[in-house]
């Protein structure tokens, strides 16, 4: 079945820095990368996602980069501010009809005043 | 629309109890899933629903977990007996396919359960 890897499993930054969290996934025939952001004590919920026909994808201070090739795929997020601070997490969905999201362990992303 | 509703939002039992856990999808969403949260494991797909038909349950993890989906509008699951390694967030989540591929899944606002 599909493994997704998740890297850094913490990251703190300063406000109005850039963060990037990685994945990298093991089944190439996976075809849809969604990420999730997930607050304390709350739901997870999407905050962008990609497929596998796309290599990147923006909103605004969001972007998801995919590269196929190395089945490597990456969340930046630009001037980052406090509301940013949470639990980020990466998934995918294997090719063959299969539908459950296999996720990646998360990043705890930090963002210092 | 209400979106996504569990309940309980939190469960607090004795080992051996039954557990039944219960989730409401999106209306006309057709895909329904659960999923398990912890610190160890993060977070893990058990088992999902297509047009209330189970498709894939290789996920959960012992004959003590069961779930049903018996209309479009309701699904369990049941843990018995329950241990406490079962205590975690079981969360529900809702997609609709329509024409593309893979759409958002919305997740519920979970149920935490703890077995003592």
């Known amino acids: 079945g599909e493994n997704v890897e998740q890297h850094p499993s913490t990251l703190s930054v300063q406000e109005g820095d850039s963060a990037v969290i990685k994945c990298t996934y093991s089944?190439?025939?996976?075809?849809?990368f969604p990420w999730y952001k997930q607050e304390l004590g709350k739901r997870p919920q999407l905050i962008i996602d990609i497929r596998s026909n796309v290599g990147e994808k923006k909103d605004q201070r969001i972007a998801v980069t995919l590269n196929k090739t190395a089945k490597h795929f990456s969340l930046h997020i630009t001037e980052t501010q406090p509301e940013d601070s949470a639990v980020y997490f990466c998934?995918?969905?294997?090719?063959?009809?299969?539908?459950?999201?296999?996720f990646g362990k998360g990043t705890h992303l930090i963002i210092q005043p | 629309d209400a979106g996504v509703i569990q309940s309980p939002r939190h469960e607090v039992t004795e080992m051996g109890q039954e557990v039944t856990l219960r989730c409401k999808p999106i209306s006309g969403h057709d895909y329904l899933f659960w999923y398990r949260q912890t610190m160890m494991r993060g977070l893990e797909l058990l088992i999902y629903?297509?047009?209330?038909?189970?498709?894939?349950d290789s996920g959960m993890p012992e004959d003590r977990f069961s779930a049903k989906m018996p209309n479009a509008s309701f699904s369990t699951l049941k843990i018995q007996p329950s241990e406490p390694r079962d205590s975690a967030v079981y969360f529900c989540?809702?997609?609709?396919?329509?024409?593309?591929?893979?759409?958002?899944?919305?997740f519920g606002p979970g149920t935490r359960l703890t077995v003592l």
């Open positions: 629903f297509n047009n209330n038909v189970p498709i894939d």
């Open positions: 998934a995918a969905i294997s090719g063959g009809g299969a539908d459950g999201l296999t």
């Open positions: 089944d190439s025939a996976s075809n849809y």
């Open positions: 989540a809702s997609s609709r396919r329509g024409g593309t591929p893979y759409n958002e899944q919305f």
